[in-house]
């Protein structure tokens, strides 16, 4: 069953350039080191092969991708690889869309949809495999975040039953873009409308585990970019008789609880590598557990609720499976809000494949109340903007007017305080 | 592939201009007489290219390696260059980089406009209509996808204010879609001409109602900053002030359109410019600097810059002496509206996050703005410099240059002076004066509501 991914804009094309990469060197990675013998290997290879990539006629990879931008520089970047193809590339060269989602939603994506919508029915009709289609783009900009967002509610018409998810990625909150805050209000609140499920990243909160983590003295976006790609391969690569499916389920209970975080451990630095001694399950998991609690400091305002999940996913890669004392670290009925039965808290899924050169490692997909942290940052600064009707001249020049605003405010609010009041 | 189109307008648009396309073609590692490219590294040449200059199809830029190439190939300057005589637009009919404009796209042989702002704008402007319209049209034929149009000229005469405008005015109403840029320079401080302030004044309003962003530039500041920094620096012994002042404003044109020429890992292409730095219709003039500001030097700086020197660099460009208009971003009659930082070469996304943290703390903004800072980073540096850093902002304190042109106007208006040469001239109506005054105005009272509005510290 395989996941055809739509990748938006500058910083979409670069996390699907570092995801390939990942899963790539995953499959690569020397039969010796994967704790598997050689054909279950070969089985776990076949498997992931099918579910990220196609293989032509001359046998070579083709990746079952589409890379969605208004400008060909950043695409032209990710083409250039020697190991797999990008056959689908649709990238209408007319300009980028000005960091302004209006443009973007209205404007470009009409010169680009008709194309991506004939992509994503080619990739779907090729063998009839794809299960998911996985939307990666920024909301800070405007063509991952405009386009993004119109081209994954037209799919969502076009496929009301497959997967459909985003992989969301919202800006410092510093700022990159002037206009990040609007822009990522329009998107997650379209996006929680026609997705299934956003899987929602903070370049800050990924700033920090690299440099913290991984003692990246100078963070660049690439740091950045391939440790989401690692996070979602590790997620996504091949499990036990599981789908996609599967996963989602257990992490998306209600219709109004889209958002999932993903953590994963061990994060250490290659210095550290060499004098680490064999982890076990139960210590990556209390790592998670601890990256889990948010740094509140980063967050204006006050919040001081208890975590409260209405739904965990656990993925393990490596030798031997979980024990129920393993899981008892974040199974605990406390951190679940009371309506969620308790035998869907908690799901936990597993692949006695390594994961690259990792003896054990562990990816942890959660749904819980600390989402509404990210939110009210974009929020706040909407709001701000807003407030004095700043910027709002660009959006009506493309039929993005007030009223657009205001039920975009009300929806994200809605899904804010929802949030707020696990 | 974004496509810009650069119009020249004036002696002095086109002086700029005869400066800018060998710099530009400099930092491609085009030089003239040169056998050799040394191609800058990490760029995507193919693509970039195309921005500002028209390649027949047939060929691949990667194919090109000397000028001669470029001539042999038909490549053509994105480039329209009008002015009333020969005396500079020659210089392009006859210098290396002659076979790099289109004689199509060339109109002179216009006669003078008298240092009189209507003689351009109402009576050459619509007598030279239809060739304009049609060397634009020809220009925009030659684009896939045309983001804007780069418009240099000077405010002070009549061809460069005049009929710049009035091109200008043209754009807008045949292209409202495309982006307008202006880049236009004050001749504050050296008014040679007696109506200098009329055709600052009139011009400007148009600057207001139809462009996109304007870039302005004031001949006091750049003689200031080529006295007082340039010719303190040891490693200048020949002084040159008109072509380093130039210089200058080519510079800053070279750091505002890298991001539309060169890859980075956080691009800034010029038409976001717009959305990121103007808040409110109409506020789009923006004070610009950059640093470091040195003549091209003749070798590379050995090793790559060190964050003292980076550190430096950044503090300079925000500072007053630095900015091209005579404005002081961080001074007390400044409440910042938006902020650009475009570091090019060795700057890193850390760099930048630490000098947004810097101006953050430094600057008064109003209780919206303190985090309207864009960010960009540029993978090439200029020409013998491994770094350099362009600051762009949009300032309250612009409201000084709109007084103080209005201050000028004042003066001769108040005695009606010179008013017959203006409304001698068919098609100018006396109420154009009026309405210069009162969109100037309106600007001024928006600045000072900005002002009023900011946040406490």
């Known amino acids: 069953m395989s996941i055809l991914t739509l990748q938006f804009g500058q910083c979409g094309n670069q996390i699907g350039k570092a995801l390939y990469e990942e899963l790539y060197s995953d499959i690569k990675t020397d039969v010796s080191k994967t704790g598997v013998g050689k054909k279950a290997n070969v089985e776990y290879v076949t498997e992931s092969v099918k579910k990220w990539f196609t293989v032509n006629k001359s046998g070579a990879l083709e990746v079952r991708s589409i890379l969605i931008d208004t400008e060909s520089k950043v695409v032209a970047n990710v083409t250039a690889n020697g190991h797999y193809k990008f056959r689908n590339v649709v990238a209408k060269s007319h300009g980028g869309a000005a960091n302004n989602w209006a443009y973007g939603y209205t404007t470009k994506s009409e010169l680009l949809t008709k194309d991506i919508q004939d992509g994503v029915r080619k990739e779907i009709e090729r063998d009839g495999t794809v299960l998911g289609i996985m939307g990666i783009l920024g909301s800070a900009g405007g063509t991952g975040s405009g386009v993004g967002s119109r081209t994954l509610e037209i799919l969502r018409d076009e496929y009301p039953k497959k997967l459909i998810t985003g992989v969301v990625v919202l800006p410092y909150k510093r700022g990159e873009v002037v206009t990040q805050s609007y822009n990522s209000l329009l998107t997650l609140a379209k996006l929680c409308n026609v997705t299934d499920g956003i899987y929602l990243y903070e370049n800050d909160t990924m700033h920090k585990m690299c440099s913290k983590l991984l003692s990246v003295a100078n963070v660049t976006f690439l740091n950045i970019n391939s440790l989401i790609a690692q996070q979602l391969a590790a997620t996504f690569q091949p499990l036990q008789n599981t789908s996609v499916w599967d996963i989602h389920k257990s992490l998306t209970p209600h219709p109004i609880f889209k958002l999932i975080q993903v953590k994963s451990a061990p994060h250490v630095s290659k210095e550290y590598l060499k004098f680490e ?54 199974a605990d009925s406390a951190l679940y809000v ?46 701000t903007l807003f407030g004095s009707r700043a910027y709002l001249h660009h959006y009506q020049r493309f039929n993005i007017d007030e009223q657009f605003f205001l039920d975009s405010f009300d929806a994200f609010e809605t899904l804010y305080e929802s949030y707020k009041g696990l | 592939m974004t496509e810009f189109i650069t119009i020249q307008v004036g002696q002095c648009g086109n002086q700029i201009g005869s400066t800018f396309w060998p710099a530009v073609l400099d930092e491609y590692g085009f030089q003239a007489g040169k056998t050799t490219r040394k191609r800058p590294t990490s760029t995507n040449f193919e693509s970039s290219f195309h921005s500002f200059f028209s390649v027949p199809s047939n ?378 005054e009162d969109s100037l105005l309106n600007n001024i009272g928006l600045y000072t509501d900005m002002e009023n509005a900011r946040q406490p510290n």
């Open chain 1, 277 to 330: 001694a064999p982890t076990t399950w139960s210590v990556l998991i209390n790592q998670i557990r601890n990256s889990i609690k948010p740094d509140l400091q980063d967050y204006l305002g006050k919040f001081n609720r208890r975590m409260q999940c209405t739904g965990n996913a656990l993925i393990g890669r490596g030798s031997t499976p979980f024990t129920a004392d393993d899981l008892s670290q974040i």
């Open chain 1, 338 to 383: 009371g309506w969620v039965p308790s035998q869907y808290c908690l799901s936990n899924f597993y692949h006695i494949r390594s994961f690259k050169d990792n003896k054990k490692f562990v990816t942890f997909l959660t749904n819980n109340n600390y989402a509404c942290l990210s939110l009210k940052g974009v929020l706040d600064d909407a709001w």
């Open chain 2, 59 to 436: 060929n691949k830029c990667g194919d090109f390696n000397t000028l001669a190439d470029l001539v042999g190939a038909n490549v053509k300057a994105r480039s329209i260059l009008v002015d009333m005589e020969d005396s500079v637009v020659s210089k392009f009919k006859t210098g290396p980089f002659r076979s790099l404009f289109d004689e199509k796209c060339i109109v002179s042989n216009y006669p003078g406009s008298g240092n009189n702002w209507a003689e351009g704008y109402c009576y050459h402007g619509p007598l030279y209509r239809e060739r304009l319209l049609n060397v634009i049209q020809k220009a925009v034929d030659k684009c896939d996808s045309l983001q804007g149009f780069i418009l240099l000229f000077s405010m002070g005469g009549g061809t460069g204010s005049g009929l710049g405008t009035y091109i200008l005015t043209l754009l807008a109403d045949y292209f409202p879609h495309v982006e307008r840029f202006v880049s236009c320079v004050y001749p504050t401080g050296t008014e040679d001409v007696i109506t200098c302030p009329y055709n600052m004044a009139l011009a400007t309003r148009h600057l207001i109602e139809s462009a996109t962003c304007v870039f302005p530039i004031e001949n006091r500041a750049l003689f200031d900053i080529v006295t007082q920094t340039l010719y303190r620096q040891s490693s200048i012994v020949e002084f040159r002030p008109f072509f380093d002042m130039n210089n200058l404003v080519t510079n800053m044109l070279l750091h505002l359109t890298s991001g539309s020429r060169f890859s980075g890992s956080m691009n800034v292409d010029i038409n976001e410019i717009n959305t990121n730095m103007v808040p409110f219709p109409n506020l789009h003039f923006l004070s610009s600097s950059f640093s470091p500001l040195t003549r091209p030097a003749s070798k590379l700086p050995p090793q790559i810059t060190s964050q003292q020197v980076k550190y430096e660099m950044f503090r300079n460009s925000c500072s007053r002496s630095n900015q091209l208009i005579k404005i002081d971003p961080l001074g007390a009659n400044s409440v910042l509206l938006g902020s650009t930082l475009i570091g090019r070469g060795d700057f890193s996304l850390s760099d930048m996050r630490n000098y947004v943290d810097h101006l953050q703390t430094k600057g008064r903004f109003t209780h919206w703005s303190r985090k309207a800072v864009k960010v960009g980073l540029c993978d090439v540096p200029p020409i013998s410099q491994t770094s350099a850093i362009l600051t762009l902002f949009n300032t309250t304190a612009m409201r000084t240059l709109f007084s103080y042109i209005l201050h000028l106007y004042n003066k001769l208006y108040q005695k009606k002076a010179h008013v017959h040469h203006y409304t001698k001239i068919a098609g100018f109506d006396v109420g154009f004066f009026s309405e210069c």
